[in-house]
């Protein structure tokens, strides 16, 4: 606990100068401008922060978060005048991919949803459907499956709130 209360304080002052602090059971902390280095005896961890957005790598793997932003190598379409609201992209040890992002996109939540219908049809993928509604929101899920790829996009529209709102998750997997 101590641990994340430590990298929580360096990444909320935004300090710029280079420091080391030691740790629990000889772990050091080693902060420079935007990034810092964990070191433990059973491992690394470097997070890096850029703006809104961060890096966690660590010898698992890594994790790039943001607001407003694509992820490099995002798999899946992103509607025109789309605005991203929030993404991640998590890589294994063994080389697999998650990917998360959420926007919001003109248009409505049955039309967005036959989009991606039809990208994940046209993968080759496994198809699920679902809808529900009821109290001034809709909401599609639409799944897609194949022995590597898993993917959803959950879009969802509540009466007067604007645009609809899309969340998509791609993962991939070793056979």
Not at 14 to 20: I, L, P, Y
Not at 100 to 129: P, V, W
Request: net charge negative; glycine share 12%.
């Amino acid at each position: 606990m101590r641990l994340v209360l430590i990298v929580a304080l360096v990444l909320l002052t935004g300090c710029r100068k280079s420091e080391e602090l030691p740790g629990d059971n000889g772990s050091t902390i080693r902060q420079k401008g935007d990034s810092i280095e964990i070191r433990t005896k059973d491992g690394t961890a470097r997070i890096d922060a850029e703006g809104h957005s961060a890096r966690i790598e660590t010898d698992q793997g890594t994790m790039t978060f943001g607001e407003g932003e694509v992820p490099e190598g995002f798999p899946l379409p992103i509607r025109p005048g789309a605005s991203v609201e929030h993404s991640a992209h998590m890589t294994g040890p063994d080389g697999t991919d998650v990917f998360q992002l959420s926007y919001s996109a003109a248009g409505t939540a049955k039309e967005l949803a036959d989009f991606y219908e039809t990208d994940f049809k046209e993968r080759g993928l496994e198809i699920t459907r679902s809808q529900q509604s009821g109290g001034g929101t809709e909401m599609f899920m639409v799944g897609g499956k194949s022995d590597e790829i898993d993917a959803s996009a959950m879009v969802m529209h509540e009466s007067g709130a604007g645009r609809p709102m899309v969340s998509l998750t791609w993962s991939t997997r070793k056979k």
